[in-house]
């Protein structure tokens, strides 16, 4: 339903709140591009009378656990505008839990940075979600950067966000 004015804002918006993390973060969203490896299936988009605010995508897909196929809601490009944080908007992740309970998945996870440990605390503390560590990730890097190898990416060093939704 993004029309391309919707996505030239989102790109702007991720390009400002991921490039402090690292140049490459903000170069993946040049060029009006407002999504990362995928295009989320749903969005939540919170706006103000200063444009988007806050923004968390969702995408289902089947992922390994042990040995079995699971198909869950993988969440993603989360973000806040600067002057926005540490009001409590992250807390509006909550609005996404009715709209997973109708997609049927038995879960919603993400990953994070540890950097980002303090943070993502807040949901655990508030009993909305579990935080693992020492959880291996292996993930695929797309063939969508021209500039970057597709090869699979190990990662030892996340936190893993797992939200309850069906069990």
């Known amino acids: 339903e ?3 004015p919707d996505h030239l804002e989102l790109s702007e918006f ?3 709140t991921y490039e ?18 995928a295009r989320p299936e ?7 009378v200063h444009g988007i605010a806050a923004h968390l995508g969702l995408l289902r897909r089947y992922i390994k656990v042990g040995d079995v196929d699971l198909l869950v809601a993988e969440l993603g490009l ?6 926005l944080e540490g009001l409590g908007i992250a807390h509006s992740i909550t609005v996404m839990y009715p709209v997973l309970q109708q997609l049927g998945v038995p ?8 950097a980002l440990r303090n943070h993502v605390g807040r949901f655990r503390r508030k009993g909305l979600a ?4 020492g959880v291996r990730v292996r993930s695929t890097l797309p063939d969508v950067y021209p500039d970057l190898p597709s090869t699979t990416r190990v990662d030892d060093d996340v936190l893993l966000i797992v939200l309850p ?3």
Do not use: C, E, H, M
């Open 2 to 4: 993004l029309q391309l």
């Open 14 to 16: 991720f390009r400002k």
């Open 20 to 37: 402090p993390t690292g140049a490459f973060n903000g170069k993946q969203f040049a060029g009006g591009r407002s999504w990362a490896g």
């Open 42 to 48: 749903l969005r939540v988009i919170g706006r103000d």
């Open 78 to 83: 989360y973000g806040v505008r600067p002057d």
């Open 107 to 114: 879960f919603a996870f993400g990953t994070v940075r540890q």
């Open 130 to 133: 579990n935080i693992l560590t």
């Open 165 to 167: 939704i069906g069990r």
